[in-house]
């Protein structure tokens, strides 16, 4: 405990040392929680409406009450436009608590796509959506407990010792959060599409400083996905994903794939399926002022698992830490909990989506 408390001394006060420009929440199961993942993912669906939620707990392990925790809520719909256009909208809450510090962070966004074929047919179809969203953010931490270098009594914190470590004048304060996406999806048929989208977050780069005499920008962020389903036979698919995060100087991938099991007549109209896959997360070290540390590591495998019930879906992963960080968390990493709920009707017109 000891070791880890230190090490979380040193990622706070660097984090701080950087302006809190910290990186954005984040999930493994990012394919099921698509608003968070790009905004042009709004409204894009083979349902009328759709309600969202994520949890995430991480480092349990090791922190115990003082874990990583992660919540999402979100709930979109589509609106037909003409004969083959659709326009998306929805709306976003989510907030995260990190650390013994309670670095927190608690966002309410408003999204929009219009998504516009660009060819097909009424079984098939190719799609270009874009989408933007806007949102408000408060930040605060609790300055009262952290445990700084001066406050180091013989190797042990004595809360009592003053500190002069750090200038910092304001614990909590709010900022305008503005995103953009673009997204292009092809469907083959019923069981066969594929996707590939962007986004471009924080395009304002609010003021992330805890100190309101200096200006830190929160670093702009670039999202890269792609995906797919892919019939192998009636009652098997392949479902690959990857995502790819890029903001200031970290970089984070997340690639692999499930096998979907259909567990119910795939013709029929009662819709069940199962699936279970693995993936991997890598991310970069950081890389010192003096040249030392960078280059790749591999963080997590990533166990995770589906269900499908009709309207309903249930994800589950759990985060495996392989990174050097595994010798004060015994591999324990994040365990993580997803569920949706579309809302669904009689459907006159043509096949829109893959099913997310």
Known sequence: MKFFNKLFIVGFLLTISLGAEAQDIHFSQFYLSPLNLNPAMTGVMNCKSRFVANYRNQWASVLRSNAYNTYSASYDQRVPIGRYDYMGFGGTLWGDKAGQVSFSTLQARLSGSYSKQMGGDRNSGHFLVAGVDVGVSQRSIDFFKAQWGEQNNNGTHDPNLPSNELNL??????????????????????????????????????????????????????????????????????????????????????????FKFQLTNPNGWDNQSFQIGSFLRLANRYKATDGSGGGILADAFILSTRFDYNDFAVGFSYDLNISSLKVASQYNGGFEFALIYKMCGPESRNVYCPNF
């Not at 709010?174 to 996406?181: P, Y």
């Not at 200006?215 to 098997?236: I, M, N, V």
């Open 169 to 258: 004048n304001r614990d909590n304060f709010l900022f305008a959060d503005v995103s953009a996406g673009l997204l292009w999806f092809s469907v083959f048929d019923e069981y066969n599409n594929f996707y590939v989208g962007g986004a471009y977050s924080h395009l304002n780069r609010a003021n992330q400083s805890f100190d309101k005499n200096k200006f830190h920008p929160l670093w702009s962020k670039f999202t890269l996905h792609a995906g797919g389903e892919f019939q192998l036979s009636d009652r098997l698919s392949l479902v690959p994903g990857i995502v790819t995060f890029i903001q200031g100087p970290s970089l984070e991938v997340n690639a692999g794939t499930s």
